[in-house]
């Protein structure tokens, strides 16, 4: 498929600046959009949108090249908030990233795009592809700390064929430094960490606005009290150590608590002491919502490298058991803080294969 007009998502960050200006370089006929995907009539004060549009319409001024910018909240709240919202309400930990690649920046954005008149999109992802076989397939980026094929793994072929990703050769680095060069005014901006597109509200106040919290009880894996209350089971993760509010030693060992598990039916955090404790850890996972980005396994068992969060080290695994929407995963060595709701991810050396959510 031929390259000749390209509309990149422009997000006011440094990443998407350079992007932009990468492709332009080469010569290619180059629009960006700035896409509004939260309504800030719903949280007072938080002005990140303005600054970041800002950001955006400086770089795109300065290259020469139209800003569009267009309003998703109502697709965003939708297809991500609301799933986002339900998996809290279950007692599982979401993944609200890999929801967002897929059905705003690589579905309703992509088809802004073509109704633009855009041949391709691109994006600040760190991610790299290639054609080979029949299949577009989606490599990790050179810059091994920054790769985001985690949060890509829910992308399809005709997603993929759309997609450029020209920062999947560069280190972070390079990148701003080549910010510096052109003189963006965004060069040293920070890196967003926040929930996408939502930004870095403190958690707790935010997600109160939208789930009633109920506090309970702690206790340990015996049934035995802690000495405490948590504020609600959606606020906590497996493997969280911060935010507990309990000191002390039960054990006599004087180590930290952590979230070692929710007992839903009775509003149950159950908690212990010491990072390694054995009910942080387990060899096996089933994952349902399945995606296979160029090809499913073609036979049982399925020998592989996965993840099960984001700058995880590749794990060694087996796919076990396979259907159409859901896997059994077996580890050779036990995972620590395996978490219903977050993404495991699979690799097949520097080819992202695709993933599910974690049961």
């Known amino acids: 498929m031929p390259l000749r007009n390209i509309l990149v998502g422009v997000s006011g960050g440094v990443d998407s600046a350079v992007a932009t200006h990468l492709l332009r370089e080469q010569g290619f006929e180059v629009q960006g959009m700035f ?49 986002f919202l339900d998996e809290y309400r279950a007692g599982r930990t979401p993944n609200p990233d890999v929801l967002c690649n897929r059905e705003i920046k ?22 790299r592809m290639e054609y080979r076989d029949g299949h577009y397939r989606l490599l990790k980026a050179r810059d091994g700390n920054k790769d985001q094929t985690y949060f890509l793994h829910a ?11 020209p920062l999947g050769e560069l280190c972070k680095p390079e990148v701003r430094r080549i910010a510096e060069q052109q003189g963006f005014t965004n060069a040293n901006k920070k890196d967003s960490t926040g929930i996408c597109f939502i930004g ?32 609600g089971l959606m606020y906590y993760t497996l493997g969280q150590r911060q935010g507990l509010g309990i000191g002390g030693s039960q054990d006599g060992s004087g180590d930290p608590w952590y979230v070692v598990g929710k007992d839903l039916d009775n509003n149950i955090l159950i908690v212990a ?87």
Not at 155 to 165: I, N, P, T
Request: charged share 25%; proline share 4%.
């Open 35 to 83: 896409m509004k995907n939260w309504d800030e009539d719903d949280t007072a004060g938080y002005c990140s949108a303005a600054v970041d549009l800002a950001d955006a319409s400086s770089v795109c001024q300065q290259l020469g090249i139209e800003l569009h910018t267009r309003n998703f909240s109502s697709e965003y709240w939708e297809h991500v908030f609301s799933y």
């Open 106 to 127: 690589f579905k309703t954005f992509l088809e802004h795009a073509l109704l633009l008149g855009a041949d391709h999109i691109a994006t600040g992802h760190y991610a």
């Open 155 to 165: 992308l399809g072929q005709h997603q993929l064929q759309r997609a450029l990703f």
């Open 200 to 231: 870095e509200r403190k958690f707790k106040e935010f997600l109160s606005r939208f789930l009633p919290a109920q506090p309970g009880e702690m206790r340990t894996p015996e049934d035995e009290p802690v000495g405490g209350r948590h504020d």
């Open 273 to 359: 002491q010491g990072h390694d404790h054995p009910r942080l850890f387990r060899s096996e996972l089933t994952a349902s919502q399945l995606n296979w980005i160029a090809e499913r396994p073609a036979s049982l068992p399925f020998r592989c490298m996965a993840k099960t969060r984001y700058r995880q080290t590749d794990q060694a695994c087996t796919i076990t058991e396979l259907d159409a929407d859901r896997c059994r995963v077996h580890f050779e060595q036990p995972q620590r803080a395996i978490t219903p709701g977050q993404s495991v991810v699979f690799y097949r050396d520097d080819e992202c294969l695709g993933g599910g959510v974690i049961e």
